[in-house]
T-cell receptor, first 112, second 112 residues
Framework: EAQVTQNPRYLITVTGKKLTVTCSQN?????MSWYRQDPGLGLRQIYYSMNVEVTDKGDVPEGYKVSRKEKRNFPLILESPSPNQTSLYFCASTMTGGSEAFFGQGTRLTVV | QKEVEQNSGPLSVPEGAIASLNCTYS??????FFWYRQYSGKSPELIMF????GDKEDGRFTAQLNKASQYVSLLIRDSQPSDSATYLCAVNVPGGYNKLIFGAGTRLAVHP
C-alpha cells in the first residue's frame, strides 16, 4: 500500500529538549515536504526536499532542521523546541514539485 | 495578497443541497489545482484535481477552473453530513521547485 508514515502521532515535550519526527514514504517520490498547520493559518511549508541531499527552506523554517540522506526518509528535527512550535505537523511526498501531495497521518506536538 | 485565498466559513448547507466552495489564486502561471478534504485532526486527502479550464466531474463532486479569472471552485451535489469537513484548495506555484501552496481552508457543515 502506497503510504507516508510519520512517527510519533502525538508528542508532549518540554522547552529545549531536542526531538525528531520521522517521515518515510514507499512511493519512490523525489519530493518531500514538511508542513505545520495552525488554526486559521492553513498548511504552511517548513522545509522541502527535491532529492537526496537537496533541501531548502519553505515559508516558516525558523527553529527547524531537516535532512534527506535516503530517498524514502525525511526527518524533521527541532533542536530546541519552544512553545510557539506547538502545532499539528504533516509530512507529504509528491512525484514532482506541483503534483498531488500524499500526506502522512500527522504529528500533534505540544511543547510546554 | 495571499497566494491562495478561501473563505474560512463555516459554510452551512442542508442535507441534499449543493455546496459551493471557492478559491482564488494569485500566480497566473499556475497549472495544477487540487481540492483536499480534511476531517478534524486528520490528514488531508485528495478528492479532485483539475488542470484545464472548464468543469471536471467525479461522482457528486465537480471542480471548475477559470484561469482568466484565477478562480477554482468545488461543487458538492447531494451534500451529506459525512461531507462536513474542511476543504483545502492547493495550487502549484511554478518556478524552480514548482511547489504547492495551500489555502487556509473552508469549513463545510452539512446539517440533516
Amino acid at each position: 500500500e502506497a503510504q507516508v508514515t510519520q512517527n510519533p502521532r502525538y508528542l508532549i515535550t518540554v522547552t529545549g529538549k531536542k526531538l525528531t519526527v520521522t517521515c518515510s514514504q514507499n512511493m519512490n517520490h523525489e519530493y518531500m515536504s514538511w508542513y505545520r498547520q495552525d488554526p486559521g493559518l492553513g498548511l504552511r511549508q517548513i522545509y522541502y526536499s527535491m532529492n537526496v541531499e537537496v533541501t531548502d527552506k519553505g515559508d516558516v523554517p525558523e527553529g527547524y532542521k531537516v535532512s534527506r540522506k535516503e530517498k524514502r526518509n525525511f526527518p524533521l528535527i527541532l533542536e530546541s523546541p519552544s512553545p510557539n512550535q506547538t502545532s499539528l505537523y504533516f509530512c507529504a511526498s509528491t512525484m514532482t514539485g506541483g503534483s498531488e501531495a500524499f500526506f502522512g497521518q500527522g504529528t500533534r506536538l505540544t511543547v510546554v | 495578497q495571499k497566494e491562495v485565498e478561501q473563505n474560512s466559513g463555516p459554510l452551512s448547507v442542508p442535507e441534499g443541497a449543493i455546496a459551493s466552495l471557492n478559491c482564488t489564486y494569485s500566480d497566473r502561471g499556475s497549472q495544477s489545482f487540487f481540492w483536499y478534504r480534511q476531517y478534524s485532526g486528520k490528514s488531508p486527502e485528495l478528492i479532485m484535481f483539475i488542470y484545464s479550464n472548464g468543469d471536471k466531474e467525479d461522482g457528486r463532486f465537480t471542480a471548475q477552473l477559470n484561469k482568466a479569472s484565477q478562480y477554482v471552485s468545488l461543487l458538492i451535489r447531494d451534500s451529506q453530513p459525512s461531507d462536513s469537513a474542511t476543504y483545502l484548495c492547493a495550487v502549484n506555484v511554478p518556478g524552480g521547485y514548482n511547489k504547492l501552496i495551500f489555502g487556509a481552508g473552508t469549513r463545510l457543515a452539512v446539517h440533516p
